[in-house]
C-alpha cells in the first residue's frame, strides 16, 4: 500500500477507541507562563510506548455509566460522549497523578491520596464519589480539541482533549508506575524545547497541542480561546508540498501550526 494512502478519511479505518485526555494547569511559581503537568509513558507500553503526553486513557464502561447517572440526577443536557469523556479526564488524572480535579468537595493531600488508592483498587470514579461524598464539577473542564485518525491499519483512539485550572504551583504528583514512569511540570514551550532537543519524545497530536498551548501565558487566556473556537474534529491526513509528503490537520482547528514533514512526524 502507498504511504499516501495511510491516513485519511477512510470508510474502512480501523474502528475507534473512545479516550480522554486532561491539560491540567498550574501556576509557575516562579512568575513564569503557566505550566502544564506532562506525563511519560513506560516504554513497554504499545502505544506511544516512552512517549511524553497529558493524563488520559481510554472511556470505561464505568465512565459511561456514572455520566448517564449524573446527568440523570442533576438534569444537565451533554452530549453522552461528551460527559464521558469528562469523567475519563478526571478519573484517569487522579490514576496517574494523584491529582483531584474536576471534583467537588472536602479535598486535601491525605484524602486524594486515599481516593487515589480506593480508584486504582476498583477503577471506579463512582466509588470514589461515594466514599469521599465528592461531586462531579464538569464546568471544570473546558472542551479543547476531539482528535480522530483514520488509520488504516494501526490502532486508532477517539480522543477529546480538556483542559482545568488547578491553580496552585505548590503540588506534588506521583507516578503510578504502571503506565508512566516519569511526571514533570513545564510551560508548553518549555516542553517544546526539551523534545526539540531529544530530551522528551512526544507524538505529532501532542506536539501540534503543544503549540496550540505555548500561545497563551495563562489558564484564562486558553479557556477563552478554546471556548471561542469550534471544536473541529482534528484527522491528521498525507498530502504532497513541493514534492514533499506532509502529515497535516484541517487549517480551521485552531493550531497555528497544521503539519511538518511525514519523515521528521512521530505518530505513536
Not at 11 to 32: E, N, Q, S, W
Request: hydrophobic fraction near 45%; glycine fraction near 8%.
Amino acid at each position: 500500500m502507498d504511504e499516501l494512502d495511510d491516513m485519511g478519511e477512510h470508510a474502512d479505518a480501523a474502528p475507534a477507541t473512545p479516550a480522554a485526555t486532561l491539560v491540567v494547569f498550574r501556576h509557575d511559581p516562579a512568575g513564569g507562563p503557566a505550566h502544564i503537568l506532562m506525563v511519560e509513558r513506560s516504554g513497554s507500553l504499545a502505544f506511544a510506548g516512552g512517549a511524553t503526553v497529558f493524563p488520559g486513557g481510554k472511556v470505561d464502561p464505568a465512565d459511561h455509566e456514572l455520566a448517564e447517572a449524573f446527568m440523570a440526577r442533576t438534569g444537565l443536557a451533554l452530549d453522552p460522549a461528551d460527559a464521558a469523556g469528562r469523567i475519563t479526564a478526571v478519573r484517569e488524572t487522579l490514576e496517574e497523578t494523584g491529582l483531584v480535579v474536576g471534583l467537588i468537595g472536602a479535598i486535601d493531600a491525605d484524602r486524594a491520596a486515599a481516593a487515589r488508592r480506593l480508584l486504582l483498587d476498583t477503577g471506579r470514579l463512582a466509588d470514589v464519589l461515594e466514599a469521599f461524598a465528592w461531586e462531579l464539577d464538569f464546568d471544570a473542564l473546558v472542551p479543547f480539541a476531539r482528535w480522530w485518525p483514520r488509520h488504516r491499519n494501526m490502532r486508532v483512539f477517539d480522543t477529546r482533549f480538556y483542559l482545568a485550572d488547578l491553580g496552585t504551583g505548590a503540588v506534588e504528583v506521583t507516578a503510578d508506575t504502571t503506565e508512566n514512569r516519569h511526571l514533570f511540570w513545564a510551560s508548553a514551550a518549555e516542553a517544546l524545547r526539551l523534545a526539540d532537543e531529544k530530551a522528551i519524545k512526544i507524538i505529532f497530536p501532542t506536539r501540534r497541542n503543544l503549540e496550540r498551548l505555548a500561545q497563551f501565558s495563562h489558564f484564562a487566556a486558553a479557556r477563552e480561546h478554546a471556548q471561542a473556537t469550534p471544536i473541529v474534529t482534528v484527522t491528521p491526513r498525507i498530502e504532497l508540498r513541493d514534492g514533499t509528503r506532509w502529515l497535516v490537520i484541517p487549517s480551521d482547528a485552531g493550531y497555528p501550526v497544521d503539519g511538518e514533514p511525514l519523515a521528521q512526524a512521530d505518530r505513536a
